[in-house]
């Protein structure tokens, strides 16, 4: 089965770049001091985009419930974009850039998800073509992949919901809320002017 294989490949890519990416902040400051106000807006403002992406996620995962690859689902946020989880993940991913406090950070996570998620939603939907055929290719003609249009919007009365599909979602949404911490640990290291840092980045 494709689904299962892509999902690995992806969490594997994920912590490869975010291992290096982490690399990167030890080993760098920030242009704008920790604790002017526009550090402190990139923050701030970059939390709200997470806790923004983290439950949009998990409101989607309540369409889904584990039966993504047996059912097409088209209702709810899927009823307005193919792909509202990615869309989720990209807004909690520039929540996570702001958070850095490092402009050039937020480019290179945007950048890296413009170019490594239309690949694999690519395979995805192949997947999924294959599996519903005319259904969903009437689907994909009708609802955009990226952009949410949302004079589509369609909501079922009632939805079937599987309570340890919805646990799992809340506990991969929360992974987005630990660079925080990581940042703050980060930052608190590098204010002991001991501490040796070799870039300095915007």
């Not at 701030?44 to 923004?52: A, Q, V």
């Not at 088209?74 to 807004?91: K, T, W």
């Not at 996570?109 to 997947?127: D, H, Q, R, T």
Request: net charge positive.
């Amino acid at each position: 089965m494709l689904a299962p294989t892509l999902l690995k490949e992806r969490q594997k890519h994920s912590r490869i770049f975010a291992m290096v990416l982490i690399l990167l902040l030890i080993i760098s400051k920030p242009l704008i001091p920790f604790g002017t106000l526009f550090h402190e807006l990139l923050v701030w403002g970059g939390y709200i985009l997470i806790i923004i992406g983290a439950f949009g996620r998990i409101y989607c995962s309540a369409f889904i419930g584990g039966r993504k690859n047996d059912v097409l689902i088209s209702s709810g946020p899927f009823s307005m974009v193919r792909n509202p989880l990615y869309v989720f993940s990209f807004i909690a991913t520039v929540g996570i850039g702001m958070q850095s406090g490092m402009l050039i950070i937020l480019v290179i996570l945007i950048s890296a998800f413009i170019f490594y998620y239309p690949m694999v939603v690519n395979k995805e939907e192949g997947f999924l073509e294959n599996k519903f055929g005319e259904d969903y290719r009437k689907y994909k003609n009708e609802v955009p992949r990226w952009f949410p249009n949302f004079n589509l919007w369609q909501e079922p009365e009632t939805i079937e919901v599987k309570p340890v599909f919805i646990r799992r979602t809340i506990m991969d949404a929360s992974i987005f809320f630990l660079p925080f911490p990581i940042f703050i640990l980060i930052h608190s290291i590098q204010a002991d002017n001991t501490w040796l840092t070799l870039l300095t980045l915007l």
